[in-house]
Each structure stands twice: as C-alpha cells, then as structure tokens.
C-alpha cells in the first residue's frame, strides 16, 4: 500500500493541490487523505474512483503495486491448497476453476517480472 500513498502525495503535489483541496473534491475529510498518504488507511472503491478522475490516473495504475502482491501470494498458496471432501461433479469444476486461477496467476507473474 505504500506505493499508492507515495502515488497519491506525488500526483497531489504535481497537481499543486493541498490535502484540504483533495479532501473538498472528494468530499471526504482532510484527515482521511492524510491517512491514505500515510498508509494508515485503506482506500475504498470511491477513493479509487475519485482520485482516479481527480489526477487523471486508472485504478489498475494505483494499485499495481499491490495488484501484483497478491497476485504473487495466491500463487503461492494455490499449491498447498487443501483438499476438500466434494461431490465429484464438484471437484472437476474446483479443479478446473483451480487451474485457469493458475494460469491467471503466472500470467500476471510473467507481465510483471518483464
């Protein structure tokens, strides 16, 4: 989350704007855009959203950073994921859903190790 608070005070003090002008715009308070700054908040969708149209920036370019961190730990944990007891009509579809999740996961692990 950190780069998103570093992204945030950046693009804000590129636009020349205050935490006050920011929080007017978005119509939260001040406070709540010094802790998403700080990394001491977490940003909902309207954030997101809101800086997002404020800075001229996509949601998928805010949080690459942490788009790619989970990314990374779900592939981790895919291979010692648990074996449930399931009906076998179940199991297949698990097991298919499974595998496109691993095929997702490398994916976005190959764009981002480019």
């Known amino acids: 989350m950190q780069d998103f608070s570093q992204c945030l005070v950046d693009s804000r003090r590129k636009a020349g704007l205050n935490q006050e002008d920011c929080a007017h715009l978005l119509g939260v308070s001040q406070s709540h855009i010094s802790r998403l700054e700080l990394g001491r908040a977490v940003p909902s969708v309207s954030d997101l959203c809101g800086i997002g149209v404020l800075f001229g920036r996509t949601m998928e370019g805010m949080v690459e950073p942490l788009f790619r961190d989970r990314a ?18 179940t199991r297949f579809a698990r097991h298919n859903a499974l595998r496109t ?9 190959r764009y981002y190790d480019r």
Request: charge should be positive; proline fraction near 7%.
């Open 72 to 89: 990374a730990t779900i592939r981790e944990r895919l291979f010692d994921l648990p074996e449930p007891r399931l009906k076998w009509l």
């Open 101 to 109: 999740l691993e095929a997702r996961v490398e994916r976005i692990a």
